[in-house]
């Protein structure tokens, strides 16, 4: 959140660097980037094998057309569109039964629901019940900083005004959802 | 006040405590699997070898299924240009793996953690690890001839 380089920006000097020849920092863009798209594959509903399969898919698509990526500065946005595309392709695949619940599943694991009745397991509840087209925005924007919401909305789908950065539909929807929790503490 | 004033309030100190505690609950409920980063850096060096997928023979693929790792005590490989069998003994702590590989002098790594374990063949074409810990293990053939394609192995579980 509070990092001073937007990650966009870091993302674009490890990615020209690549490009240039130093292979080295394609390992810090996949360290720094993959968090990010995690996320965006598992707000699709992807259960780990599909998100890490999907990733994967997005990291050799890039190493193979990596002059398809007209612009270094644009390789976040890139990576996002893709990751995005390749999700939520996976999920709308017929598969077995689940798929219509699994989108808002972030399945934590039984015992860290035991123990995490606390505010933060709380907040991931309601995170859970927005969009995956929300989630997916809010935890890439929780892994970012401010100079980046734009890029970020715009891959994924979600255009924003030009009037710098506001709260957004999807932030406005979670606050909603957390003033109608007694639980939830406003301060 | 309605939906749409709300989303177009500016960001405000509440919105950027409420972002820092979903980093927080994301990082302990959904933070990306340990080895992730390692195993999309090994896919993608794979890729960019062109490295040849070896195929498992013989009857241990009965017990392989919805390309799961699998279980076994002695697995063979088979590529075009070589083949890898392995015996896998129980050791204190992980399993003991003895190969024999086509030809000797040839580099075989062992991929079961961040770093590759590697060995080469003797003039036999045996090789061997002492250890590898417990989990799932591929192995990469480096090409024994200038030219040729690395082979990597499906994953199996030791």
Redesign the interface.
């Known amino acids: ?1 509070t990092d001073p380089v937007p990650l966009s920006r870091r993302a674009e000097d490890a990615f020209r660097a690549y490009r240039d020849g130093d292979a080295g920092r ?2 810090e863009l ?2 720094l980037v ?2 990010p798209l ?2 965006i594959a ?1 707000s699709a509903g992807l259960d ?1 094998q599909e998100a ?1 399969d999907a ?2 898919t997005v ?2 698509a890039l ?2 057309h990596t002059d398809s990526v007209a612009e270094p500065r644009a390789v976040f946005a890139w990576l996002i569109t893709t990751t995005r595309r390749t999700a939520w392709r996976t999920a709308r695949r017929p598969r077995t039964a689940e798929l219509a619940d699994a989108v808002a599943d ?3 694991g039984p015992a ?1 629901v035991a123990e ?1 009745s606390d ?3 709380r ?2 509840r309601h ?1 859970a019940t927005l969009s995956p087209r929300c989630q997916a925005l ?2 890439v ?3 970012a900083s ?1 100079p980046d919401y734009a890029t970020i909305s715009t891959a994924l789908g979600m255009p924003v ?1 030009s ?7 999807c ?2 929807a ?3 959802a ?1 003033a109608t929790d007694p639980t939830w503490s ?1 301060t | 006040m309605t939906l749409d004033d709300d989303a177009r309030l500016p960001l405000d100190g509440g919105d950027t405590r409420l972002l820092t505690a979903l980093a927080e609950a994301q990082d302990r409920f959904d933070a990306p699997p340990t080895g992730l980063v390692e195993r999309l850096l090994f896919a993608i060096s794979l890729d960019l070898m062109s490295a040849e997928l070896a195929t498992l023979e013989g009857g241990v693929l009965a017990g392989v299924r919805g390309g799961r790792p699998m279980t076994a005590d002695t697995v063979t490989f088979t590529a075009s240009g070589l083949s890898l069998m392995l015996v896998l003994t129980e050791v204190d702590g992980g399993v003991r793996v003895d190969g024999w590989v086509t030809g000797g002098g040839v580099t075989v790594e062992a991929h079961a953690g961040p770093e590759p374990e590697v060995q080469v063949s003797d003039a036999t074409g045996r090789l061997s690890w002492p250890r590898i810990p417990h989990g799932p293990v591929r192995f990469l053939i480096r090409p024994p001839r200038e030219g040729d394609r690395p082979v990597i192995t499906p994953s199996i579980e030791v």
């Open positions: 959140m394609l390992a996949v360290a993959t968090p995690w996320a598992r780990h890490e990733l994967q990291w050799i190493v193979r972030p399945r934590p860290e995490a505010e933060g397991r907040l991931w995170v809010l935890r924007i929780a892994y401010t005004g009037i710098g950065p506001t709260r957004g539909r932030l406005a979670l606050r909603r957390l406003t």
